[in-house]
């Protein structure tokens, strides 16, 4: 099962990480201002590299001796990036030589074991500074010069970072076990539900938010199918953080739903639909896996004959980007369907890594195509030569076209449809890539 590397990039406030980070991620994703301590909560960005995928979180800058409470919190938080990440790129102020900070968050990244890449920001020429040779002491090895205004350098320091991923991008794990991530906000139910269907209490349960700050593996058995479910913190409102440990529960709740195969949306029946919820789905839908709404709690609300079919209605009009999601209706303090959700797991699996053939595909798209005509844009129309599928897990199909940009979203969208009406896709997203011939 792939997993992407992930990569935290950590220093003292004013380096210029937010900077590094944007030029990266290829936008402007952090706030940049040149004032200490701005970039309080860490982000986070699918990148690439050589056709190596990872995430890169960028952090608060760490004042490792610090009393103040936001620059502790910032400490706590980059702690935690540290512990979750494969790879370190630690940056430093290259117009001074290293301070008495760095040389602690050196101490603190010496102690983690991780593989550490020392930057030197704020470099804008070749020529080595008088005190390059200093930050050799910090033990981390040689510095790598760059700047990321000029994105000077930018090339070199991903080179280095790409060849420190784990040479197991690919996870050894036994291919026969499902991974489910129970994602969603705090005190929806998600340890009840892993101790109900382990049946006894390997996860502590408390309806104070917030109980778990880890993610937890549990594997099990059942019915000769072997499983792991990972039960993650939850995630809340900007708003209602207050803690510093509660704060960097999404960096580990996408860590864990980057290596599950299919994601368990928990939704409190009692609470109804929050844009919270919408959140936790959207991490879940943009790394492409398979999915269940599992509304929990379904035994603590007022029934009458329409209830279930009203619920269900207010979330395909509350998540219409996961309209591919099947909906499970489930108590974790009954009970409740629990064992029928893990046979839906099963089933929204088998279906993210079903393969189609290339000449079955392409009827469908011939098919498709002659049902409804292709768009065009100024006297030009748009030609789909052929398709093929890519991968799976998600599926992913590649459409050869004449212009991509005549490959309107809403078409792609209809050839989607028709695939759907074709294959049992039920539970899983379909990724589409428009390349026009000769594009690699």
Known sequence: MFRKPI????????????????????ARISIVEDTP??????????????RHKFVMIDTGGIEPSSNDIILSQMRDQAQIAIDTADVIVF???????YTTADDEIAHMLRVSKKPVVLVLNKIDQYKKPDHFYDYYTLGLG??????????????????????????????EEDEDTIKIALIGKPNVGKSSMVNKIIGENRVIVSPIAGTTRDAIDTPFTYQDQKFVLIDTAGIRRKSKVNESIEKYSVLRTIAAIERS???????????????QDKKVAGYAHESGKASIFVVNKWDAIEKDNHTFNEFKKRIREDFPFMAYAPVAFVSALTGQRLMQLLEQAVYVNNNHALRISTGVLNDIINEAIALNQVPSDKGKRLKIYYATQASVKPPTFVLFVNEKELAHFSYVRYLENQIRKNFNYEGTPIVFKVKARGDE
């Open 7 to 26: 990569v935290a990039v950590v220093g003292r406030p004013n380096v210029g990480k937010s900077t590094f980070f944007n030029r990266i991620a290829g």
């Open 37 to 50: 301590g701005v970039t309080r909560d860490r982000v986070y960005a699918d990148c690439e590299w050589l």
């Open 91 to 97: 940056v430093c102020d290259g117009k001074h030589t």
């Open 142 to 171: 040689e510095p790598v010069m760059i700047s990321s205004v000029n994105a000077m350098g930018l090339g070199d320091l991903l080179d280095e970072i790409v060849a420190l991923f784990p040479s197991n991008e690919v996870l």
């Open 261 to 275: 195969d299919v994601c368990f949306i928990l939704i409190d029946a009692s609470e109804g639909i929050t844009e």
